[in-house]
């Protein structure tokens, strides 16, 4: 759901864009197009706040890009449908010959996936790579977070890599916590999560794979949940609710928990410890904790529910301190 926010807003920039110019957005002309794309980065964005006294803010390039990344995908889209001329999604791409590619990039037998169309209408932008907490900080937020249930979201998220959709879409029977969960009947052994998209979830919460998967979990996971269950307890109303993450401090009580109550969360985290936090980034520490840790990459696919090998290449980066114990290492062994 926070996706389809993310492109729906993307698109109203491009939409209303061309209404003020009374263009026909189907119809925009590639030269049109560059002028939105200089648009994105010049015009300041609005003031945070009524009362904020910092100067002009202007959107990141890296952000323009994926304004333009979903305008792109639309126009295509309405090409299939009749919406949009052929020669205005073609004027987006351009051949290109690919002489390095990433790792489990499939060439084909012949070489022929190595052509491909690359994109005509984008900034050029240095790879940040992805972003993720340290140990320090992890434990830093669960102690600052003031609840149980917040202890386990963020636990949970750690120890399983699911996205926030996948993690606030849980329901209780999802969650197998027990040694041997025969009884419920699963066959799954160990404690563990079973990962199900649900597009009846009230709080819109869904999980962006279709195929369902299982995640095990350890005892830490346990454990956060036992004291999340107290907590739980003492609120009534959240024993009417089978979602797992539900509001228990204010009104409405016992309804589940939304994307904006777990991003108001992270703010607040990201304050007190004086840290960039944001939901996905516990996707992204547990991913690349696995990878460091010798999993193989075929495992952390199954685990992180990616569909592709290639999907796993933003968590393949080698790390300063990776590079650093490689370095140091061959230096002690020519010794």
């Known amino acids: 759901m926070n996706t389809e926010r993310n492109y ?9 864009w061309c209404g003020e110019r009374d263009l026909e957005w189907s119809r925009p002309g590639f030269v049109r ?20 006294s910092a100067g002009p803010r202007f959107r990141k390039e890296s952000s323009a890009n994926a304004v333009l990344t979903t305008m792109a995908e639309f126009l295509r889209f309405g090409v299939g449908h009749g919406w949009v001329p052929s020669e205005v999604a073609e004027s987006l791409s351009r051949p290109k010959y690919l002489r390095f590619v990433p790792q489990g990039f499939e060439t084909g037998e012949n070489g022929q996936f190595r052509h491909v169309r690359a994109r005509t209408l984008k900034f050029k932008v240095d790879d940040p790579g992805i972003e993720c907490f340290t ?15 917040d202890k386990f979201l963020i636990v949970l998220m750690r120890a399983t890599g699911m996205r926030i959709g996948e993690t606030l879409g849980l329901r209780r029977e999802d969650l197998h916590l027990l040694s041997d969960s025969r009884s419920l009947g699963c066959r799954s052994k160990g404690p563990h999560v079973h990962v199900r998209r649900r597009p009846d979830n009230a709080n819109n919460a869904l999980a962006k794979s279709v195929k369902s998967r299982v995640v095990p979990v350890g005892e830490d996971v346990t454990l956060a949940y036992r004291d999340y269950q107290w907590e739980r307890a003492e609120v009534p109303a959240a024993d ?44 992204h520490t547990a991913a690349t904790e696995w990878i460091a840790a010798g999993v193989l990459q075929d495992v952390v696919q199954t685990l992180l529910g990616h569909a592709s090998p290639a999907s796993l290449a933003p968590y393949l980066h080698a790390s300063d301190t990776r590079k650093r114990e490689a370095v140091e290492r061959v230096a002690r062994e020519v010794r």
């Not at 993307?10 to 939409?15: E, K, N, V």
């Not at 197009?33 to 904020?52: A, C, E, H, K, Y």
């Not at 228990?248 to 108001?264: D, I, T, V």
């Open 8 to 16: 729906a807003s993307r698109l109203a920039l491009y939409l209303t």
């Open 33 to 52: 197009l560059l002028s939105f794309r200089d648009w994105l980065v010049s015009v300041p964005l609005p003031p945070r706040g009524r009362r904020s």
């Open 135 to 149: 140990p320090e900080q992890v434990d830093l937020m669960i102690r600052l977070a003031r609840h149980a249930r």
């Open 240 to 283: 009417e609710c089978d979602m797992v993450f539900v509001n228990l401090f204010r009104a409405p009580l016992g309804r589940p928990m939304s994307y904006p109550n777990a991003k108001q969360l992270f703010d607040r985290l990201a304050k007190w410890a004086e840290i960039v936090a944001r939901p996905h980034m516990l996707r």
